[in-house]
Structure formats: structure tokens, C-alpha cells
């Protein structure tokens, strides 16, 4: 009997070392996990301007502000990209900007909001009022306004047409 008390002990005590080393690696695991969640948990919205109309330009200036102060409340990250084609691309125009200022100071105060101007349109523009047509510093030029749109999509991002 004594023999099987031993035995009976032993796998005891082996079981209680299995179970404490199990706790142990899943407490080791748990941070990794948890930033996994928080870097996976980052947002992002591509919204689009596709007429020369001010009133839509500011209501998606308006727009991408909502969501920047919503997510800044609740902590999390948010990437959002504004993306201008056609005749919307007078947003990002030197000469045309009807909100020019607004998206300088919204650049300045939000590095994770970007802005996007379709060279397709700028190229058209261009041909048609036979001038060089200027982009304000702020929007990077992409190839197409529209692919741009896309591939942004195919990233992950949720599209928004205010």
C-alpha cells in the first residue's frame, strides 16, 4: 500500500507542476496576445471626392474629423485616407481649393489622416486648360484616383462616400 500511496503522490505532484507550468506559459503568452489584438485593432477608411462641390468636400472634411475625435476618445488607432478623381480633385488644387486651408491644418494635427490626388485627372486638367495644374503639398499624387480606391480596399480599408 505504501508502495501505492508513493505512486499515487508522485503523479500528484507531477500533475500539480504540469498544471502550474501550463498557467506560467499561458501568463507568458497573454501580453504577446493582447498587442497582437491591439495592432490588429488598428482602423482604416478611405472616403472619396469625386465632385467639384464644396459643400461635399467640407462634409467629408467634417466626416474624416468625426472619426479622428471618435477614435482618439476610445483609444484606438485609425488610418484614413482621402482620395480625390475627377472634378472633385479641385480639393486638392493649388489654384481651386475651396478648403485648402482646412486640410493644412487637419495634416498638421493628424499625421494619420492622408490625402490622395489621381494624376489621371491632373493630367486631364491639365490638357484641357492648357496649364500645369498644382497639387497642394499636402495630397501625394497616385497614378489613379479610382485603382487607388481599390487597392486601399483590398488592404483592409472601409469606403466611405460622404
Not at 507550468?21 to 485593432?41: D, H, L
Not at 490638357?127 to 481599390?150: D, N, Q, R, T
Amino acid at each position: 500500500m505504501g508502495c501505492a500511496m508513493n505512486g499515487l503522490g508522485g503523479y500528484m505532484k507531477f500533475l500539480r507542476t504540469l498544471i502550474l507550468c501550463g498557467f506560467a506559459v499561458a501568463a507568458s503568452i497573454a501580453p504577446a496576445t493582447a498587442q497582437t489584438r491591439k495592432t490588429e485593432a488598428t482602423y482604416k477608411v478611405a472616403l472619396h471626392v469625386s465632385e467639384n462641390d464644396p459643400g461635399k468636400m467640407t462634409l467629408t472634411l467634417n466626416n474624416v474629423q468625426n472619426i479622428v475625435n471618435d477614435f482618439k476618445k476610445s483609444g484606438q488607432k485609425i488610418a484614413i485616407e482621402v482620395v480625390s478623381y475627377g472634378p472633385g480633385l479641385h480639393m486638392f488644387r493649388e489654384d481651386t481649393s475651396p478648403v485648402k486651408a482646412r486640410i493644412q491644418e487637419m495634416s498638421l494635427a493628424n499625421p494619420n489622416v492622408t490625402f490622395a490626388a489621381c494624376d489621371n485627372t491632373t493630367n486631364n486638367m491639365a490638357k484641357a486648360e492648357k496649364k500645369e495644374i498644382k497639387i497642394i503639398s499636402e495630397a501625394k499624387i497616385v497614378p489613379s484616383g479610382i485603382v487607388h480606391l481599390i487597392e486601399l480596399q483590398r488592404k483592409g480599408y472601409a469606403y466611405v462616400k460622404p
